[in-house]
T-cell receptor, first 113, second 114 residues
Framework: AQSVSQHNHHVILSEAASLELGCNYS??????LFWYVQYPGQHLQLLLK??????LVKGIKGFEAEFIKSKFSFNLRKPSVQWSDTAEYFC???????????FGKGTRLHILP | SAVISQKPSRDICQRGTSLTIQCQVD?????MFWYRQQPGQSLTLIAT?????????ESGFVIDKFPISRPNLTFSTLTVSNMSPEDSSIYLC???????????FGEGSRLTVL
């Protein structure tokens, strides 16, 4: 069965700092990968996804993620964060032969103004 | 994108009672998923609900505790039975869009068990 690990549980950054959130998955077959964001008091929204093709995917609000197959990783990056990026970020994986999506434990990001 | 409505949005229940959460989608979908998000934690998949067949439960979740109905392609219910304070959580209904694979979520049902 697939699983997802997010290494950073709580990250605090100042505005304009660069961001990288780690995500590793465990599954031997082909996967689809996602990053979701949950802003305070709101429901989950898709930031970006990887299905195939260019391993560097760009999402909304300036976020990007790179799929490194050899490392089973899908880290999320943003060159310069804003206060409005304060939220919880979830990495998720879906085995291609399956329909369910499994989420990591989440990383709570707090941006200092 | 799919629009998902859940009822109730929140409720406070007494220990030992049961509550049924409804999920309505604005389009026909084959699979619906029920997740639980406990306070300060991630989303845990409870079960996958297919129309016309029994729901498939994940490890740690059983039908007697979380019976699910899926009477048609736009509606599903999740019942939390014989509730205890440990069942206090947000319960989320979700669907996957067939062409993009994206998972869409409802606003969730926040359940507090006293």
């Amino acid at each position: 069965a697939q699983s997802v690990s997010q290494h950073n549980h709580h990250v605090i950054l100042s505005e304009a700092a660069s961001l990288e959130l780690g995500c590793n998955y465990s599954y031997g077959g082909t996967v689809n990968l996602f990053w979701y964001v949950q802003y305070p008091g709101q429901h989950l929204q898709l930031l970006l996804k990887y299905f195939s093709g260019d391993p560097l995917v760009k999402g909304i609000k300036g976020f990007e993620a790179e799929f490194i197959k050899s490392k089973f990783s899908f880290n999320l990056r943003k060159p310069s964060v804003q206060w409005s990026d304060t939220a919880e970020y979830f990495c998720a994986v879906n085995a291609r032969r399956d329909d369910k999506i499994i989420f990591g434990k989440g990383t709570r990001l707090h941006i200092l103004p | 994108s799919a629009v998902i409505s859940q009822k109730p949005s929140r409720d406070i229940c007494q220990r030992g009672t049961s509550l049924t959460i409804q999920c309505q989608v604005d389009s026909q979908v084959t699979m619906m998923f029920w997740y639980r998000q406990q306070p300060g934690q991630s989303l845990t998949l409870i079960a996958t609900a297919n129309q016309g067949s029994e729901a498939t439960y994940e490890s740690g979740f059983v039908i007697d505790k979380f019976p699910i109905s899926r009477p048609n392609l736009t509606f599903s219910t999740l019942t939390v039975s014989n509730m205890s304070p440990e069942d206090s959580s947000i319960y989320l209904c979700s669907v996957r869009q067939a062409n993009t694979g994206e998972l869409f979520f409802g606003e969730g049902s926040r359940l507090t068990v006293l």
